[in-house]
């Protein structure tokens, strides 16, 4: 039996009051004269590629399920392996490098100022070199706006999201905080005013939502709008409101390898990984030689995080909902996906830090579910975040815009994408145009991102003929049905074979020792032309 003292993880303060009536009965001022659509981007935090039921959990997710199926599920998308990194990709259209986010943003720990210090690559905050989605839209006539985890610069207001093109703006600057009461570095800021910590009961996912909300309602409705609703769930801590933890008591008594079977067996189902698919290689201890303490530690942590992704699921429901009672859903392209792969900070069978800590408002810990429960929300793939394998860098990507994906809906694709090309569908679809050559007074790398609108139109459609990354020296290359992989524990290139061996079992670079050495000299010269430091001369 649980001990019942664990179940405070789950913020026994209580649950936010809702008032969502107002915002979901909220009809249009007008109806949108532009015929443009509206965008909205959702991001969730260190969710792994198996956690949404439309990819094989066990999670109920019926709105992102709902998502899928009216409109297109992309099985080979990759982010950057990180949170900061990949926003940064995501709202610039370039390589995280290329926007000054190769490693770490700006946080709480760092002093202001200190970051820049580094090499531009490095400076931890988005540079003039690039510009975002929202000063690229709001240019074209669109109203923009965001609510959520930002972290992609702090130190001085000249890096916050309304200096950098959105109208409004209600979340956190930092990478992460606490989900009942964000205070201090890690509090909240709404425009450009941080505000005092919240009064309880407070959760930031339904908050990020409400004002999400309140943003796009409260607006004339005769031009189209961008919303970034960027959620910190179900990044660490592990907190989660009473009755969605109380969904999943027990649910997970049956432990890491039976619940990564059933979640193998689902996606093969529903056609997201190839029948003949196995399992990465196991890197814990089996369920079964955990003590009985162990076990319900463990237990409970994957119930709190799978409350977690179910909340942010229902606040997508409600996103949804709003658009289809005020006559907007068909005209909007929602896109949904994961900044990086499932964590296995701590690296760790069960997690750390003690309930009296987790619970403690004035406190700063982040335990996790631990690193066997990263590698089930990874299910089938090798590793987790940061990696450059499969685990690290993939991502359940949902497209999803009634009026051009009806005819595609619930279809598959594995046409391989990247997240910086969620800028370049973005200038697409809105008829914006990307700055040729310079903006606001600075030269600005062109941008490096694709449309997926081809892909949206046709299963056969590809976009990229290389797709690069690195990050804290995992680096990556992929092309066609090869990908070459470097580990910062292995320290040599691999090569393997995606489309038969997608989990990496099988290294042919010994195989096919001229492939390996091709990319990796690809790889090279775009780490020489797109600042990526340090320069591995590794073959």
């Known amino acids: 039996m649980v001990n019942t003292k664990y179940i405070a993880l789950g913020a026994m303060a209580g649950c936010l009051a809702l008032d969502a009536a107002a915002a979901d009965s909220a009809a249009p001022k007008k109806q949108q004269k532009d015929g443009r659509p509206n965008i909205i981007i959702i991001m969730a935090d260190d969710m792994g590629y198996s956690d949404l039921g439309c ?14 199926q009216s409109g297109i599920k992309y099985t080979q998308f990759y982010n950057t392996g990180r949170s900061c990194p990949s926003r940064a990709s995501l709202l610039t259209g370039l390589y995280a490098h290329q926007a000054g986010i190769g490693r770490m943003s700006e946080d709480p ?3 202001p100022g200190e970051d820049s210090k580094n090499p531009p690559a490095y400076q931890g905050f988005l540079n003039d070199n690039c510009v975002t989605i929202a000063e690229v839209l709001k240019s074209a006539g669109y109203d923009t706006y965001m609510a959520g985890k930002w972290h992609v610069g702090m130190h001085g207001q000249e890096k916050w999201p309304l200096q950098r093109g959105f109208d409004r703006f209600y979340g956190i600057l930092a990478g992460a905080c606490n989900y009942l009461q964000p205070k201090g570095g890690r509090g909240l800021t709404l425009d450009n005013t941080k505000l005092d910590p919240p009064a309880q009961p407070y959760y930031t996912t339904d908050a990020f939502t409400d004002y999400a909300l309140d943003f796009i309602s409260d607006r004339e409705k005769d031009k189209p709008f961008f919303l970034y609703l960027a959620f910190n769930a179900p990044h660490w801590p592990l ?3 009473q009755e969605d933890i109380d969904k999943f008591l027990h649910k997970y008594d049956c432990g890491w390898q039976a619940v990564r079977e059933a979640r193998l067996k689902k996606q093969k189902e529903l056609g997201i990984i ?9 890197e814990s201890r089996t369920w079964d030689q955990l003590t009985d303490q162990e076990k319900a530690n463990s237990s409970l942590r994957m119930a709190v995080y799978a409350a977690q992704v179910h909340c942010l699921d229902r606040n997508v429901g409600r996103v949804i909902d709003y658009l289809e009672k005020s006559g907007q859903r068909e005209n909007t392209l929602v896109i949904f996906l994961s900044d990086n792969g499932g964590c296995a900070e701590p690296y760790s069978e069960t997690g750390f830090g003690t309930v009296d800590e987790i619970n403690d408002l004035e406190s700063w810990v982040h335990p996790s579910y631990g690193l066997p429960w990263a590698q089930v929300s990874n299910t089938p793939f090798r590793k987790y975040k940061v990696r450059a394998y499969e685990g690290g860098i993939s991502t359940p990507l949902i497209l999803s815009w009634p009026e051009m994906t009806r005819k595609h809906e619930g279809e598959i694709r594995t046409t391989p994408g990247h997240i910086i090309d969620l800028m370049a569908t973005c200038v697409d679809v809105s008829g914006a145009t990307y700055p040729e050559k310079s903006a606001k007074g600075s030269d600005i790398h062109p941008l490096e991102g694709k449309s997926l609108v081809p892909t949206i139109k046709s299963s056969k459609a590809e976009i990229h003929d290389y797709i690069y990354g690195e990050h804290f020296e995992n680096k990556f290359i992929r092309h066609g ?6 580990d910062e524990k292995g320290k040599k290139w691999e090569l393997y074979d995606i489309s038969s061996d997608r989990i990496e079992s099988n290294d042919l670079s010994s195989v096919h020792p001229e492939i390996l050495e091709d990319l990796t000299a690809r790889w090279q010269q775009w780490a020489d032309t797109h600042n990526v430091y340090p320069k591995h001369n590794e073959n």
């Open 109 to 111: 720990g760092s002093k």
């Open 239 to 241: 907190q989660a409101k």
């Open 274 to 282: 190839p029948e003949d698919c196995g399992t990465a290689e196991w």
């Open 55 to 68: 990819f094989g959990s066990e999670i109920p997710t019926p709105n992102l399920d709902a998502l899928a």
């Open 481 to 486: 049905q090869w990908k070459a992989v470097y």
